[in-house]
């Protein structure tokens, strides 16, 4: 399969602003930064006033509409979220984690602004969006567009994730990892078998992890092959705080918070903290098969190759 993209960095002032509210999104202002369509997955910035947020909702998925990942970050704001039964007060730096036909909302409990990314991932990206179901004034989940349906379409195949609310100190806190100069790194959500062995709930299609990283440090250049066993995926910086170099390929800017770097799969790319303090970054990759997230990573060597992971000369 032939990866055509070239991927781009898209600074706030650059990105889709909606025209108008949304039906079930009061107070909420939202901001789209992909440029062009992410493979796998979709991600975008809710503006919210205090009050307003995101109705409760859930997101069928049927034998046609594959089972997806659906995921809220807290850029800044304090937020009050629902999954399922789990209701949680939080602030930045905390993960809300929405699998397939599980019910959740968020609201803007504070007395300012609130910032949140909403992110999905899908196994089939041509599908993303399946019905929602959101609730009306009589108590009952119906279908969207936010109104009555003529009936209820239980889901097809079994979703056995319940989702979870996930703040920085309940995050799994890495160690420094090769090719990450001055950079700590917390995941917050991993696909399949990778996450049962932290003893987290897996997600289906999206790892999503937070990076601190200390001036003049970042992400040296590499990139993420794949071949026919490894599947096309989506890797994506988006920045929270701080002065970041970013390069893609041949093109190269310096940005700032709420900034978006859309890497697809064999470009090459970096990242610097190029400010005077620490800069933060959510680091997203997303894949239709979250087995197989993130193929074989080629990094720069000091001879200007680049060389397989980690971070070494290759034997071959």
């Known amino acids: 399969m032939e990866e055509k993209r070239t991927g781009f960095i898209t600074p706030i002032a650059e990105a889709r602003i909606s025209t108008g509210p949304k039906e079930g999104h009061p107070r909420n202002q939202g901001i789209q930064f992909m440029k062009e369509p992410g493979k796998y997955v979709s991600l975008g910035l809710n503006k919210i006033q205090p009050g307003g947020g995101i109705e409760e909702h859930y997101h069928e998925y049927n034998a ?17 979220a629902n999954v399922g039964d789990t209701v949680r007060i939080i602030r930045a730096d905390s993960l809300i984690y929405c699998p397939s036909s599980v019910r959740h909302s968020i609201t803007n409990v504070g007395k300012g602004l609130a910032k949140v990314l909403v992110i999905s991932g899908f196994g089939q990206g041509d599908k993303m969006g399946c019905p929602v179901y959101s609730k009306t004034p009589s108590g009952d989940l119906k279908a969207h ?13 079994a979703e056995t994730r319940t989702g979870y609310i996930m703040t920085i100190y309940e995050a799994e806190r890495g160690s420094g990892a090769e090719g990450h100069p001055g950079n700590q790194g917390y995941s917050y959500l991993r696909p399949t078998t990778a996450a049962v062995k932290v003893g987290k709930e897996p997600s289906m299609h999206i790892s999503l992890g937070l990076n601190k990283i200390q001036p003049g440090g970042g992400i040296e250049e590499h990139y993420h092959e794949y071949d026919a066993e490894m599947p096309i995926f989506d890797h994506i910086y988006y920045v929270i705080s701080g002065r970041i170099r970013a390069t893609i390929g041949d ?39 979250g087995a197989m997230m993130g193929g074989p990573v080629y990094s720069k060597m000091p001879s200007g190759n680049l060389g397989v992971m980690p971070w070494k000369v290759a034997n071959s």
């Open 64 to 80: 046609e509409m594959p089972i997806y990942d659906h995921v809220y970050w807290v850029v800044s704001g304090r937020i009050r």
């Open 145 to 157: 567009p936010w109104r009555l349906a003529s009936e209820m379409k239980p889901p097809k195949t």
């Open 251 to 289: 093109k190269e800017r310096i940005v700032g918070a709420d900034s978006l770097i859309y890497c697809p799969s064999n470009v090459r790319h970096s990242i610097t903290n190029v400010g005077e303090g620490p800069a933060k970054l959510i680091r997203l990759s997303g894949s239709g098969e």
